[in-house]
């Protein structure tokens, strides 16, 4: 599809036909794939899985594309609305939630030098250990915008966005937030 297209379903007869249709998809689906696994194991012994692993790789790329299911969030059960630049369907609270966010990083008053320096400077400053070790939270991120001159309304909405990317924390923002950012062009 080439433009945007939003479908709610306002009476709630018609919503529960469509949930349980979805929902019926969605079994026929899990049936289909299992009996793929079976066949991936049953072929994987004589090296000739390859027919079974495509035949996978199509129906989970079927069940992403659909709008069955919420690409972000995994809800079945929402109104959908068409991204034209995922190309993919996305619950109407997730395409919200997309729009505040590319909003955000959009409006966002730091460059992409300004957040590589803040990446490096953040990796240099902590060891990560992956031993269970006791979160700081945000102690050492916050030290380093603080000497970088960073204004607090820009670390409050860069803080909003290293949430949303998955950066809880100074651990989080190596591990997660920074791959999701390199991911969507912010670094």
Do not use: A
């Given at each position: 599809m080439k433009k945007q297209r939003?479908?709610?379903?306002?009476?709630?007869?018609?919503?529960?036909?469509?949930?349980?249709?979805?929902?019926?998809?969605?079994?026929?689906?899990?049936?289909?794939?299992?009996s793929l696994?079976?066949?991936f194991w049953d072929t994987a012994g004589?090296?000739?899985?390859?027919e079974a692993s495509r035949k996978l790789s199509?129906?989970?790329?079927?069940?992403?594309?659909s709008i069955c299911t919420c690409i972000h969030c995994g809800r079945s059960d929402k109104d959908m609305i068409y991204t034209c630049?995922?190309?993919?369907?996305?619950?109407?609270?997730c395409n919200s939630k997309r729009v505040y966010f590319n909003?955000?990083?959009?409006?966002?008053?730091m460059g992409k030098s300004e957040?590589?320096?803040?990446?490096?400077?953040?990796?240099?400053?902590?060891?990560?250990?992956?031993?269970g070790s006791k979160c700081n939270g945000y102690k050492n991120s916050k030290k380093i915008l603080?000497?970088?001159?960073?204004?607090?309304?820009?670390?409050?909405?860069?803080?909003?966005?290293?949430?949303?990317?998955?950066g809880h924390c100074d651990c989080d923002i190596l591990i997660n937030a920074s791959l999701r950012m390199a991911e969507g062009n912010l670094i």
């Open positions: 939003v479908i709610i379903i306002k009476n709630p007869r018609l919503r529960r036909v469509r949930n349980e249709l979805r929902s019926l998809w969605k079994s026929w689906l899990d049936d289909i794939e299992n696994w079976d066949e004589r090296g000739d899985s390859s199509e129906l989970h790329l079927l069940e992403t594309k630049d995922w190309e993919q369907w996305l619950c109407i609270e909003n955000l990083r959009n409006g966002l008053e957040l590589n320096e803040f990446l490096v400077r953040l990796e240099k400053s902590i060891k990560i250990n992956h031993g603080n000497k970088m001159g960073i204004t607090e309304e820009i670390q409050k909405n860069l803080y909003e966005l290293l949430h949303y990317y998955g």
